[in-house]
């Protein structure tokens, strides 16, 4: 769906929402658009005022999407199906991305009435969604020939929402250096039957390589693209996979460097790694009392994150959503809900519906009122290789 059919379906709900607008304080050039409603808070203490403001933000848009959506057959494909790099890297050649519409995802987002989007700019495939000199693997390389993650960052700058970048930190099934299943546990790499040609082994390995790799993408994704609200981090497991090495990764040096780019951006590591995170965004379900802000990040599938094509027709409804957003607000978090676009890019037309549809109920019968969470909640449980996590 293109912005225009979007904006006609809904009425022009999307066009009519106003964006926030500057108060005293800090020049309206020099605050960031989704922080304007603080920007005498930013003047003084710009990550204070970002913190402030994802406290309020209640609901943000999540995405997945990249080369696994051309299959529809879930975001681990590479893995699950243990195809090799080679073979997996012909999908490039495929993605047009043709309907990826920056305009109608954020009308969308928008009309839900959410404050944040947050995209895929590279998952555990290594695909990138934007301009990097770190790898050839990227959407300007592709049939695309563009770069999504910039012209989301455009459409979201204009329209007053936040934007967060999701990077695959600990996971990665490409690059050489990344780790290996031999170091850092099964779930690292596709399990192959025989090696894998590409990947540095044995004393040629070296995670400094990957690490180093990793810093100058995140300094490309936070140079590049305005100010960002969050940069969210996934790949948790491999990490932890070998505590006594987690020194190895140079974490606390990584989030300095995070700050030093930009101020007010926020850092996350999804239920937290180091303790130095911003907020805490586990899945689905939290069991524990947070010690900062919390967002719990669900899908509107019933469980994948990339588009899988089974699933049509078994989407979650607006009264679902309802209940996830009680739910949430009784921990109480912000509920990041999350969509795989279809191959050419284009929001679900069943997720479509449903957030129109939450949207609506929100401005005519307000936010849902909290749901406790039950005292009898289960602790998270380890996942197992290849589940349905982001």
């Given amino acids: 769906m293109n912005r225009r059919s979007f904006l006609t379906s809904l009425g022009g709900a999307a066009a009519g929402i106003a964006l926030s607008r500057p108060t005293h304080g800090a020049p309206a050039s020099d ?21 402030t403001w994802f406290r309020e933000a209640r609901f943000g848009m999540f995405i997945h999407y990249g080369l696994y959506s051309l299959e529809g057959r879930h975001e681990w494909l590479q893995l699950r199906e243990k195809i090799p790099v080679a073979e997996y890297a012909k999908l490039k050649d495929r993605f047009t991305a043709a309907k990826f519409d920056a305009d109608a995802i954020t009308d969308l987002a928008l ?19 934007f301009r990097t000199k770190q790898t050839e ?12 993650v910039g012209e989301l960052a455009a459409a979201c700058a204009k329209k007053g929402l936040g934007l967060c970048l999701y990077y695959s930190h600990g996971r990665d099934w490409r690059h050489p250096h990344a780790p290996n299943n031999d170091q850092w546990g099964g779930s690292a790499r596709p399990p192959y039957a ?15 390589r990957y690490l180093d790799f990793m810093k100058a993408q995140i300094t490309e994704l936070l140079t590049q693209y305005g100010p960002i609200a969050a940069i969210w981090l996934d790949g948790i497991a491999v990490p932890l996979s070998r505590k006594e090495r987690l020194a190895e990764w140079g974490l ?21 790694l180091i303790g130095q995170e911003d907020f805490l965004a586990p899945e689905r379900t939290f069991s524990q009392k947070p010690d900062r802000p919390l967002e719990l990040c669900d899908t509107l599938q019933p ?18 959503v309802r209940i996830m957003l009680g739910r949430a607000a009784g921990l109480p978090a912000n509920l990041l809900l999350n969509t795989g676009p279809l191959p050419d890019g284009s929001i679900h037309p069943e997720d479509v519906v449903t957030l129109t549809e939450v949207g609506r109920r929100l401005r005519r019968d307000g936010w849902p009122a909290p749901i406790a969470p039950s005292p009898e909640a289960p602790k998270q449980k380890k996942k197992k290789s290849g589940s349905a996590n982001p």
């Fill in 31 to 51: 605050v960031p658009s989704y922080l304007r409603s603080h920007a005498a808070l930013y003047a003084k203490d710009p990550r204070a005022a970002a913190l």
């Fill in 111 to 129: 009309a839900a009435q959410m404050r944040y989007v947050n995209l895929t700019t590279r998952h555990h495939d290594c695909f990138c969604l």
């Fill in 137 to 148: 693997f990227q959407s300007l390389n592709s049939p695309a020939k563009r770069d999504l």
């Fill in 194 to 208: 025989t090696p894998e040609p590409t990947y540095a082994t044995g004393t040629a390995h070296n995670l400094g």
């Fill in 252 to 272: 606390p040096g990584l989030y300095a460097h995070i700050r030093g780019l930009q101020p007010q951006v926020l850092v996350s590591y999804k239920q937290g």
């Fill in 303 to 320: 469980r994948g994150w990339g588009y899988i094509r089974e699933d049509d027709g078994h989407h979650k409804t607006p009264e679902q």
